[in-house]
């Protein structure tokens, strides 16, 4: 596969392309969700206990992770463009730079995964959505842990290989319409001081660094895709021939690109990106199944089973069968199937196909985090009334507007389906462009076991849309 | 050329932070905490519920307000809201009315299956705030 042409560049657009190249545009970003953060900690600490009327559950679990993915799918990775932890970590790298460099062994994406499973899982146990204090030790933990990593060690260790949420979004990117691509390669063959990557350095001693190359090691000229590439944008600001561009392109086409990757290798070659790409598919349904009303079926059924009425313990075999048991059957089977065809090993088709699971499950996470953001986006104003009212004891333009909610639950039915069936389509594609690659004289025999599990995952996610919803708190005990 | 850069960027190459802004937000954030209001000793709250509560049934709240000593809040103005637990649902309000010796009653029908806080918001006759809630487990759905 070649690379594609350059689409429209963001960069040449007025006022958004001079916006996004002036030199703190990241910055400014940053500051916004810095402060976000900042109300979100402070509401979650000190104000009431009550989720649907504090400013960090409401500002994390409905705007945070709904508009994240709708930004994701719509333009690009913006919210690792505005990450606050990165902001305070390079205040403290101002203090403390950091000198050694993250351990060899760990330069792949299994902590991040073990985190990735291990939030989900508490966030199922504790209810976390319904305790704004827990909420706010959780930002406050994410801004330690980059703090610590990244004073440590150099580069930008804490985003590729650890950051739970920087995975998450790594993994969706690779939907995004936007890819930071070289503009004329010619330019780059011709280039000797490869600053997007090494750093632009000043003309005169001590040549120290004034624009970061970067971070993630992807260098532009070999960089394929989205994946690991927090749109930091300092390649572009370090490039001092102007040649990058924030590209339109045809989204989720890289999953099928098989070329070795800057930073990452080929992706049929990463047991821990496949792994990754699991967890983010099966653990999308999972996420959602937590949501309806069957769950407490199934939960009792397998205390039950278990002779257990502990909670930890029934959520925990629930996850080994939907992270573990299930992937591992559906996955491994569809790659025996294929493996059959293509007459290789199992590995090969399992480490290239299961890329194609992406759509489907970007379509999911998207179908839940859209519900919640349009069913609670105007709740943030009655939220922020009732903080202005707590803190200060006088109503805000007239009070708490509790009823300012947003769309009705039953009315985004058709959107969550419409979601799901725009994620399998995107997923029937790639996978027949992956069946292509790997075995061009035998593609639909090859790609067939494959559709079969997207229209089975796909028919999984429909049916849980369709289940009466069931919100569970802390505590609450779905096993009582 | 070179001082103009040194100016917004140290040696690698990071953009200056205003780290002293930084410190006096953090320190009116602290400032803004420490000026919340306090709150009086919030009154006991006991909710009996007839029928129990079910989706899109209306359910009568029979409220009972003690102060410390047992010694019941009668006079109050109250306002009842009912939120789900997960943030960003609809909530649900009713009207409050005071049946003496500090019971109250309010008719509510909730919207959703599930897990649900009731808070109750008003004051006391002598003008001193309430705000107290209850935690209502597993709403039921239509059809149990």
Redesign the interface.
Known sequence: MTTPAIGSDVFSWPVIGPALRW??AR?ALQLVLL?VA?LVV?HGL?G?Q?????LA??LT??HYRGLLIVALLAAGNLFCTGCPFI?VR??A??VH?PAARWPRWLRRKWPAIVLFVTILFVYELF?L??LPRATAWLVLAYFGAALVIDTVFAGASFCKYVCPIGQFNFVTSMLSPLELRVREPATCSACRTVDCIK??R???A?L?????GCELALFLPAKVGNLDCTLCLDCVQ?CPHDNIALAARLPALEIADGRRRSGIGRLSQRWDLAALVAVFVFGALLNALGMI?PVYTLERQIGVWLGTTSEAMVLGVLFVLALGLAPAVLLGGAASWSAAVIGSSIRRPLLAFVYGLVPLGAGVWAAHYAF??L???F?VVP?TQSAVL????RGWLGGPW??W??A??GALFPLQLGLLALGAMGSVAVTYLIADRESPSRTLAAATPWLAVTLLLFAAAVWMLAQ???????G?GALG | MHLQLGSWRDRHGLTRLPGRSAGAAAACLLLLASCARSEDTPPHLTIGWTPMPTVDRESVAEIQLNEAMARPVTGARLRLEAFMTHPGMAPVSAAVEEQGSGRYRARVRFTMAGDWVVRLQGTRADGRRIDVQEDVRRVRPPEE
């Not at chain 1, 120290?208 to 970061?212: E, F, G, K, S």
């Not at chain 1, 707590?390 to 004891?393: E, I, N, Q, S």
């Not at chain 1, 009466?468 to 802390?474: D, F, G, L, Q, V």
């Open positions: 030199r703190h910055t402060a900042a402070l000190t009431p009550l989720a649907p009327a504090n559950t409401v679990w409905v902001l390079d205040a790298r101002r730079a209810d959505w319904a750093g632009r000043a003309p005169e001590p120290h660094v004034v624009r970061r370090a009303t919640h953001l069913t609670g986006f709740t939220v707590d803190l200060t004891g509790w009823t909610v947003g009705p639950p009466p919803m069931e919100m569970r708190a802390a609450a």
